[in-house]
């Protein structure tokens, strides 16, 4: 079955069934987290995709990724910073919330730990490989900054 989202056809059962045959939780991550956050489909159509894809066994990967993109994680080095918080015990933060300074946006850390008023970057060579991409990452990063 394919489902229309945002005007873009995307299959979410062979997202799926694509995610079952993989072993790679990294793999599994971008399969899953890119057509979300590119807008073709929905956490929600993913998640009912994999409770009508048949058996729970070998499942509990995609389980993990689906409840890491639903907490607003958006790439395969935002998730490892998840799986370190929540390894470390530390409080849930909010991931990658607009933050705001008198009504003007600030930036859109990676985590963001409101009571503390911290904010976590994560930088991947996939995403800042190019000049551009660096400078901009170095402009959000003195945003930022104090």
């Given amino acids: 079955m394919r489902r229309r ?7 979410g059962p062979a997202i799926i069934d694509a995610a079952r045959l993989l072993n790679d939780l990294s793999a599994i991550r971008l399969l899953v987290a890119s ?5 073709k489909l929905l956490v929600g159509h993913l998640a009912r995709e994999l409770e009508n894809a048949g058996p729970v ?4 990967r995609i389980r993990l990724v689906l409840a890491e993109v639903a907490d607003g994680v958006q790439s395969v080095a935002e998730a490892d910073l998840r799986t370190l918080i929540i390894q470390a015990r530390l409080p849930t933060p909010l991931y990658n919330p607009d933050l705001y300074v008198g009504g003007k946006f600030l930036a859109r850390p990676d985590a963001w730990w409101r009571a503390a008023g911290v904010a976590v970057e994560v930088d991947s060579m996939a995403w800042h490989l190019s000049p551009a ?7 959000r990063h003195d945003r930022m900054i104090p």
């Fill in 35 to 39: 057509p979300v956050q590119q807008g």
């Fill in 133 to 139: 991409d660096y400078e901009r990452t170095q402009l």
């Fill in 57 to 60: 066994a070998g499942s509990a």
């Fill in 5 to 11: 989202v945002n005007n873009l056809r995307a299959a």
